[in-house]
């Protein structure tokens, strides 16, 4: 039988420098319950945050869980801050679940969102259903991450399609 | 970094604190849903308030660059920032018109620098109609009066864009 979430013992960063934006994820993620949101309207904010828990996200409760960030900001963008993160040398940053959210809804930028190694992309306009979405995503189905010389992020791969030769990647636990 | 790939699994306690079990979709609770779709009714309503400030702030950048030739090109910057965020918007808060209009400007004036008097002219009409969407309180996309703006709009800007210097 499928178990009801409680949220309360959720950590979510939200980044978004609109303010209407900001303020109306802000109250939705609170009606669901999700037990501490931070709101931002500057992501160079957020990095001196991250910098700031860095060690605590390895040691017990995480204080983030999720980064929801905009994409199009100023000064620093989401990608920044995206990329940013996956670079970032600690493990507990670097690993954190991310979603984009974005008025971009072409292609070619989800693309570049998940090339960049965003999780989900939360596309505008928003709805609690399309929310809920990403979020429950990335709970239930955290996929693995790929370490190469040319990416760090979430397996694009998200079809497990039968390959006929053998997989030439790596499995280690974190 | 090594150029073998490597499949790493992050330790993840998310779905052990939050009451889930490995392999089982959970749910959450139908009351919580409902509270958060009324909360987007409750600021959709007062959204025509806070997009005010931003609809301005689109009239004085349209006037900017149809009055001020050194400044065009910042005034065009500017109001492409400021659609991008409301066609984000518009929609999320139940004015999908006024997104529709906001998308159309944004993909006009991305990437425009210096833009023919029509071209100004088409960036004024946008800007007056989507501020007519938001005083007129137009919500869901308009009707038949929505449609043929939006026809118009389209029509016009597929006409000037091929002229785009």
């Known amino acids: 039988m499928a178990s009801t979430y409680n949220f309360k013992a959720l950590s979510i960063l939200l980044i978004d420098d609109a303010k209407p934006m900001a303020d109306l994820l802000g109250s939705i993620l609170k009606e669901l319950g999700v037990g501490k949101i931070t709101v931002h309207t500057d992501a160079k904010r957020s990095m001196e945050l991250l910098d700031s828990v860095a060690t605590l996200q390895t040691q017990g409760t995480p204080a983030i869980d999720?980064?929801?960030?905009?994409?199009?900001?100023?000064?620093?963008?989401?990608?920044?801050?995206?990329?940013?993160?996956?670079?970032?040398?600690?493990d507990g940053?670097?690993?954190?679940?991310?979603?984009?959210?974005?008025?971009?809804?072409?292609?070619?930028?989800?693309?570049?969102a998940r090339d960049a190694g965003a999780n989900?992309?939360?596309?505008?306009?928003?709805?609690?259903?399309?929310?809920?979405?990403?979020?429950?995503?990335?709970?239930?189905?955290?996929?693995?991450?790929?370490?190469?010389?040319?990416?760090?992020?979430p397996d694009r791969r998200r079809k497990s399609i039968p390959i006929n030769f053998p997989d030439r990647r790596k499995t280690s636990p974190h | 970094m090594s150029d073998k790939p490597q499949l790493i699994r992050p330790r993840n306690t998310m779905l052990e604190r939050l009451g889930g079990r490995p392999g089982v979709p959970g749910k959450i609770d139908e009351a919580l849903l409902k509270k958060a779709e009324d909360r987007i009714a409750e600021v959709g309503a007062s959204y025509p308030d806070r997009v005010k400030a931003d609809l301005e702030k689109l009239v004085?950048?349209?006037?900017?660059?149809?009055?001020?030739?050194?400044?065009?090109?910042?005034?065009?910057?500017?109001?492409?920032?400021?659609?991008?965020?409301?066609?984000?918007?518009?929609?999320t808060f139940g004015y999908p018109l006024l997104t529709k209009f906001a998308s159309s400007l944004f993909k006009f004036t991305d990437g425009l620098t210096s833009p023919n008097e029509r071209q100004l002219a088409l960036i004024k009409a946008h800007v007056d109609v989507m501020t007519a969407v938001v005083k007129g309180g137009i919500k869901g996309d308009g009707g038949p009066l929505g449609a043929q703006i939006d026809q118009s709009l389209a029509m016009a800007i597929e006409k000037y864009a091929a002229h785009k210097p």
């Open chain 2, 60 to 91: 004085a950048l349209a006037n900017q660059a149809a009055t001020d030739a050194d400044r065009r090109a910042e005034a065009i910057t500017g109001i492409n920032l400021i659609v991008h965020e409301i066609r984000g918007e518009g929609a």
């Open chain 1, 93 to 112: 940053i670097r690993f954190m679940p991310f979603i984009m959210l974005t008025a971009y809804s072409d292609h070619a930028r989800v693309m570049a």
């Open chain 1, 66 to 90: 999720i980064v929801i960030s905009d994409w199009r900001m100023e000064p620093t963008s989401g990608i920044e801050l995206l990329k940013w993160i996956r670079n970032h040398n600690s």
């Open chain 1, 120 to 153: 989900e992309v939360l596309a505008k306009p928003v709805s609690v259903h399309n929310l809920v979405r990403r979020l429950l995503s990335v709970i239930e189905n955290p996929r693995p991450f790929v370490a190469c010389s040319t990416y760090f992020g």
